[in-house]
């Protein structure tokens, strides 16, 4: 059996608060294999936030273990993570979080800068992405001037401009209508049969969440087995 | 890689993008910097200034006064510089090149008709020289003049203004105190005004012998001005002269002096401290500016950081390391201290020059004090450009990206 690009063993987050610690996940058993892609679901206040910003390397869990890409993560100094998010992983937001002072491209060409390639070349990569988002001629174009759903395919490009094995979106169609919302999903899902990219997805919506090859549910920050499990007591 | 050409370009960006307040926090670093310079180039100006004005009075000199009676209880009454008191100093003195008695008055001076008083000096011809004194027209009298007692005089360039108006005065005879006729063999050239504002010019020396004659009832100097043999040779010179006034007066080893021996060099170095001790709290004063445009740059770029929260838990989602963060807070810093700078550099140079040139100064502008106050103002900038800078990389991505 291949490695799978991510695995959680026992992870658990506890925030410290006044009266004692807080637990937020407990104990997340996860194993996703290169290529899947996953809705992550659960009502407010399971633990989904939590468990995507550890899987994003942009927060680490207070126990167990986290193994990205067959590597363990669950330790790394700010400085590592933010090489492990570079070259690992891509976000999509639900509100875009585009640079408004830059222009598409230079929006889309911003992790290769940090990744240290030349800007010609940056360019260049950032021009042929999204052409292939169908934004060819919108490159010059600062944030305020694109569409929502134009906005959402920008930072898509910019989230697999370094060739990340992971994708992480963060309700990415919930800032946009139902329609421009499946066109997104659409893209997400030929980005990911080209490029082998697994995809996790946040998301309320069982609509959405149907174009997921599986699902998980999320509970009091535990794993559990069902939807109705998942929202019985509270929806 | 944190600091290549493309993060210093995206930090130019963004300083023009809001040129308002790049300009706003530049500026005080601007003044800190301009002031810097301008206050040291002030100081440096005064000093030379000051210093060159003292020369006038030639530097090499030591002069012997009779002290003022009454400081000293114990003091007899005052001694005068007499003439044997000269003469010994001539005698035994060993390191001196010259030894010049100087007596004067405040007298008239009368020609045809018209009086109007003047300094009326005693000398002897050496004290042209040493007082780089020159003659506009005519000449000056020698030591013939002396052992004759001639009564001659050169005058200075106001007695022969306020006497003699378009005239000539050479070769005419003026009438000192009321009652020595001499005849004007030169008229000296114009010095000015000296530091407490005193007319330099208002002046008329003749012989000391016959000003001893004719001038006064006893003899008894003002002063007298010694020069030593160079200039190493000041403090020996000092010492022979308070030995051999010292057995002239008849006082003792122990006795304090009844006469004062002091130099303009001393002078010249006291003025020289003060002058210098200005200029250092002037510098301090301008440092203390510089600080505070130090201080200017952090709160804006503070603000800033706290503005731009979210671009930076983008880009730290993105992938930019704490590390690249802080270079471009940094760097973002560092192009608003130099442009501050380049800006203060000139500021400062040019009310450097103007200030100098209507106050008569030399404009004094050292590269070394440039690149001083330069290399300061970054160092500043940076220095205060640090803590925003570090605030950003420290900043938690998920709490800037957290959503409203």
């Known amino acids: 059996m291949p490695t799978p690009v991510i695995e959680t063993v026992e992870l658990s987050k506890t925030y410290e608060g006044a009266v004692g610690g807080v637990p937020v996940l407990s104990g997340v058993d996860l194993t996703i294999e290169y290529g899947e892609v996953v809705a992550l679901r659960g009502p407010s206040g399971s633990g989904k936030s939590t468990l995507l910003n550890i899987l994003g390397c942009l927060d680490r869990p207070s126990r167990g273990r986290y193994v990205l890409g067959g590597s363990d993560v669950s330790g790394l100094t700010r400085e590592e993570q933010a090489w492990v998010r570079l070259h690992y992983i891509g976000f999509v937001f639900q509100s875009f979080h585009l640079l408004s002072h830059a222009t598409a491209l230079e929006n889309v060409s911003l992790p290769l800068h940090y990744a240290g390639v030349p800007r010609s070349k940056a360019e260049q990569t950032a021009r042929e992405l999204l052409s292939r988002v169908g934004l060819n001629h919108r490159g010059s174009h600062f944030p305020a001037q694109l569409s929502g759903g134009e906005r959402q395919r920008v930072a898509i490009a910019r989230a697999l401009m370094s060739r990340p094995p992971v994708l992480l979106a963060d309700e990415p169609t919930g800032a946009l209508d139902t329609r421009t919302g499946t066109e997104i999903m659409r893209l997400l899902l030929e980005l990911h049969r080209e490029r082998g990219t697994s995809i996790i997805l946040v998301t309320h919506d069982p609509s959405v969440a149907e174009y997921a090859d599986r699902q998980i549910f999320l509970r009091d920050g535990k794993v559990v087995s069902t939807p109705e499990a998942s929202l019985g007591a509270r929806s | ?404």
Request: hydrophobic share 45%; charged share 15%.
């Open chain 2, 1 to 404: 890689m944190a600091l290549g050409p493309e993060t210093w370009r995206l930090a130019l960006k963004l300083v023009v993008r809001q040129p308002g307040r790049s300009a706003l926090t530049m500026l005080g670093l601007a003044i800190g910097v301009g002031a810097f310079i301008a206050m040291v180039s002030f100081g440096e100006g005064a000093r030379r200034s000051v210093v060159a004005q003292f020369e006038v009075l030639g530097t090499n000199l030591i002069k012997v006064q009779t002290s003022t009676p009454g400081v000293n209880p114990k003091m007899r009454p005052p001694m005068h510089l007499s003439d044997s008191d000269v003469a010994m100093l001539v005698r035994e003195g060993t390191t001196f090149a010259h030894v010049l008695p100087v007596a004067r008055k405040n007298a008239g001076v009368a020609y045809g008709g018209e009086q109007r008083p003047s300094f009326i000096n005693g000398v002897a011809p050496g004290y042209f020289a040493i007082h780089a004194w020159d003659v506009a027209a005519g000449g000056i009298f020698d030591q013939s003049d002396v052992n004759e007692r001639a009564k001659v005089c050169v005058i200075g360039k106001t007695p022969a203004r306020e006497l003699f108006g378009d005239r000539d005065p050479l070769g005419q005879t003026v009438t000192l105190a009321g009652v020595l006729p001499c005849r004007v063999i030169g008229v000296l050239s114009e010095k000015g005004f000296s530091t407490n504002g005193n007319d330099i010019d208002d002046i008329v020396l003749l012989p000391y012998t016959t000003y001893n004659t004719h001038l006064t009832d006893r003899i008894a100097y003002a002063y007298v001005e010694i020069e030593p043999l160079n200039k190493d040779l000041l403090d020996a010179a000092r010492a022979e002269i308070t030995d051999i006034l010292h057995r002239a007066h008849g006082l003792d080893t122990g006795d304090p002096n009844d006469f004062s021996v002091s130099s303009p060099l001393e002078v010249i170095r006291a003025a020289d401290r003060t002058a210098r001790i200005l200029g250092t709290l002037l510098a301090a004063i301008a440092a203390v500016s510089l600080l505070v445009g130090g201080i200017g740059i952090m709160n804006i770029q503070l603000v800033s950081v706290a503005e731009r929260t979210e671009e930076i838990g983008v880009r730290a989602a993105i992938g930019a390391a704490p590390s690249q963060i802080l270079a471009q807070f940094l760097i973002e810093a560092l192009i608003l201290t130099i442009i501050g700078t380049i800006v203060g550099v000139t500021l400062g140079i040019v009310v450097a020059s103007v200030v100098a040139s209507n106050m008569g100064w030399p404009r004094v502008i050292s590269p070394s004090g440039v690149l001083l106050s330069a290399g300061f103002g970054i160092a500043v900038g940076v220095l205060f450009g640090y803590l925003p800078a570090r605030r950003a990389a420290l900043l938690d991505p998920i709490h800037a990206l957290r959503r409203q």
